[in-house]
Nanobody
Framework: QVQLVESGGGLVQAGASLRLSCVAS????????MGWFRQAPGKEREIVAA????????YYATFVKGRFTISRNNDKNMAYLEMNNLEPEDTAVYYC??????????????????????WGQGTQVTVAS
């Protein structure tokens, strides 16, 4: 089993930056792709970004528009989401997710929640206009 804990959320003004962190514990060697999802009030959870274990493959949702960067440090069992130029529409609970089987992951299904066996509890990001 793997446990994921997010941190770094908060209340910021539009145009500001935030860096979300996700620390993994437990059987971390089993982690393959790591992803960040978000869920805004009244909306379904959606993929934001994902990254392969070797950090060679990165995936971003189209709404990111070059504003966010996903990264990871396997030695520290950490994943990060650097968010710049935040917009009020980015207000959501952000979740870290972990995938065990890289053979199931493709860009076409990167946003499918069933691919990710492990989930954190989420961290709230609120962007004021």
């Amino acid at each position: 089993q793997v446990q994921l804990v997010e941190s770094g959320g908060g209340l910021v003004q539009a145009g500001a930056s935030l860096r979300l962190s996700c620390v993994a514990s437990g059987q971390t060697d089993s982690l393959s792709y790591m992803g960040w999802f978000r869920q805004a009030p009244g909306k379904e959870r959606e993929i934001v970004a994902a990254i392969s274990r070797d950090a060679i493959t990165e995936y971003y949702a189209t709404f990111v528009k070059g504003r966010f960067t996903i990264s990871r440090n396997n030695d520290k069992n950490m994943a990060y989401l650097e968010m710049n130029n935040l917009e009020p529409e980015d207000t959501a609970v952000y979740y870290c997710a972990g995938n065990r089987d890289s053979t199931r992951w493709t860009r076409e299904n990167a946003g499918s929640e069933y691919l990710y066996e492990y989930w954190g509890q989420g961290t709230q990001v609120t962007v004021a206009s």
